[in-house]
């Protein structure tokens, strides 16, 4: 079974580093709650808001070594009531698990984003 993993984490720059730093603990905190080999994911989508070019985040997956996991990046809209500088993510894990055991992470300023789930 295909099942989606979502999560968002925000910066406060748009710097290479802090985009990288703050997506791999976003990556490292999904990996934690779900417990999932990345031989188990089937492909991560990252979307980022259009103040943040200074980095792909998918980078940030192939420097934890996540280079076998098929990776696409892509800017959202610019929409004046989105939450700016805000990276989000979406990894399709093949689990036995069902959709609501699946812990979806969302750090920073993103909490507001599922404030019903974020933890």
């Known amino acids: 079974m295909l099942r989606g993993i979502r999560g968002a ?11 990288l730093d703050c997506v791999s ?6 990996k934690e709650a779900n417990s999932f080999q ?4 089937g492909a991560i989508i990252f979307s980022s808001t259009p103040d943040l070019d200074a980095a792909f985040p998918a980078a940030a997956a192939r420097s934890m070594g996540w280079t076998d996991i098929p990776l696409f990046g892509t800017q959202e809209i610019d929409n004046q009531d989105g939450l700016p500088r805000c990276i989000r993510v979406l990894i399709l894990w093949n689990t036995d698990l069902s959709q609501n055991n699946i812990r979806h992470v969302y750090l920073g300023d993103a909490v507001v984003l599922r404030q019903d789930i974020a933890k």
């Open 25 to 30: 603990e976003l990556l490292h905190a999904i």
């Open 9 to 19: 984490t925000t910066v406060t720059s748009n710097s290479r580093t802090e985009i």
């Open 38 to 41: 990345t031989e188990d994911v």
